[in-house]
C-alpha cells in the first residue's frame, strides 16, 4: 500500500497563488502516473493535472498556464504550484497515484479562492 499526504492548501484572493505538496510513503514505486484532481461543492471529481513517470505534464484546459505539476522521485513527492487563482479554483484537492489497475488518493486539502 501507499499513503499519500496533502499540504498546502488554504485561503486566497483571485490572483494569488498557492502550492499543494504531496509527500508518498509506503510502497512507492517510480512508475506510478501521479496527478492533481480537485472537487467543488456540488460536482463531480475531476482531473486537474498529472504526470507521467517520464516527466511529461497534462493540465485540465481550465488551469493551463496558471497551473504547475513537478514531480520529485528522489523525495517521493508531487507538487502542484497554482498562479493566477480564481474564484471557481475553490475546491478540495486531492492527490491521486495510479499504479496499472490500482489507485491512491489522499485525503484531500481544501482550497478557498474569494475576496
Known amino acids: 500500500q501507499m499513503q499519500l499526504v496533502e499540504s498546502g492548501g488554504g485561503w486566497v484572493q483571485p490572483g494569488g497563488s498557492l502550492r499543494l505538496s504531496c509527500a508518498r510513503s509506503?510502497?512507492?514505486?517510480?512508475?506510478?502516473?501521479l496527478g492533481w484532481y480537485r472537487q467543488a461543492p456540488g460536482k463531480q471529481r475531476e482531473p486537474v493535472a498529472t504526470m507521467s513517470p517520464s516527466g511529461v505534464p497534462t493540465y485540465a484546459d481550465s488551469v493551463k498556464g496558471r497551473f504547475t505539476i513537478s514531480r520529485d522521485n528522489t523525495k517521493n513527492t508531487v507538487t502542484l504550484q497554482m498562479n493566477s487563482l480564481k474564484p471557481e479554483d475553490t475546491a478540495v484537492y486531492y492527490c491521486h497515484a495510479q499504479r496499472f489497475d490500482n489507485q491512491f488518493w489522499g485525503q484531500g486539502t481544501q482550497v478557498t479562492v474569494s475576496s
Open positions: 509506503g510502497s512507492v514505486w517510480p512508475y506510478d502516473i
